[in-house]
């Protein structure tokens, strides 16, 4: 039954290297978002996305890009992954309007060494 | 700019009392969205309830309820007869008001709760 599929768990990378996070939906929702949780801060917005190549940056895009090809499908990206990326990364779904809440993927916690 | 503002880091309660998570929220919006989530330590959110700004009574959701305190700009949640189960995070959070139907949220920083046997 779940609906917001994160490719991974936990994951672990090096300084530098080029990281993908994947996110997948199957309840043809508009909205996808990507945030990221540290304690303390809570969840802060990276990138969202409400249509098919459409994205826009969040409240803390810097380091980040984004793909979305497919309505189904949203990709975070890491281009230089660094120490201070690590974080648990949690991905969101919803439909267009402005009562409904979010699906959340079951996060992936991203440790850069 | 628009915040929410949980100012109990952590929180204890015994099982089967009731207990009061706290958030307020800045807006100059007359139309918005109130959420509550919870978030278990294995990680995934869990949507709670929901609060309209024009809604005129509280929201309920079987145990949980909302004391939406509109004037006050606050919006508790309240979880009676707590139970074990009930230990997780605790996060509010609102509806950004861009003007649009992306229904971006913003969060607060997230309320620890424990419950005592």
């Known amino acids: 039954d779940v609906k917001v599929t994160q490719s991974s768990r936990y994951l672990v990378k090096r300084t530098g290297e080029k990281v993908f996070l994947e996110c997948v939906q199957d309840?043809?929702?508009?909205?996808m978002f990507w945030y990221r949780q540290d304690p303390g801060l809570g969840l802060r917005l990276i990138y969202f996305?409400?249509?098919?190549?459409?994205?826009e940056k969040g409240d803390i895009p810097e380091g980040y890009s984004v793909s979305r090809e497919k309505k189904e499908r949203f990709s975070l990206i890491l281009e230089s992954a660094s120490t201070n990326q690590t974080s648990m990364y949690l991905c969101a779904s919803s439909p267009s309007g402005r009562t409904y809440g979010y699906t959340f993927g079951s996060g992936t916690r991203l440790t850069v060494v | 700019a628009q915040k929410i503002t949980q100012t109990q880091p952590g929180m204890f309660v015994q099982e089967k009392e009731a207990v009061t998570l706290d958030c307020t929220y800045d807006t100059s919006d007359q139309s918005y969205g109130l959420f509550w989530y919870k978030q278990p330590s294995s990680g995934e959110m869990i949507f709670l309830i929901y609060q309209g700004s024009y809604d005129e009574q509280n929201a309920t959701e079987g145990r949980y309820s909302l004391n939406f305190q509109k004037a006050r700009k606050s919006a508790n949640l309240v979880i009676s007869a707590s139970q074990l189960g009930d230990s997780a995070m605790y996060f509010c959070a609102m509806r950004e008001a861009d003007g649009g139907a992306t229904n971006k949220l913003i969060f607060g920083t997230g309320t620890l709760l424990a419950v005592q046997p």
């Open positions: 996305s409400y249509d098919v190549k459409m994205k």
């Open positions: 309840m043809d929702h508009e909205n």
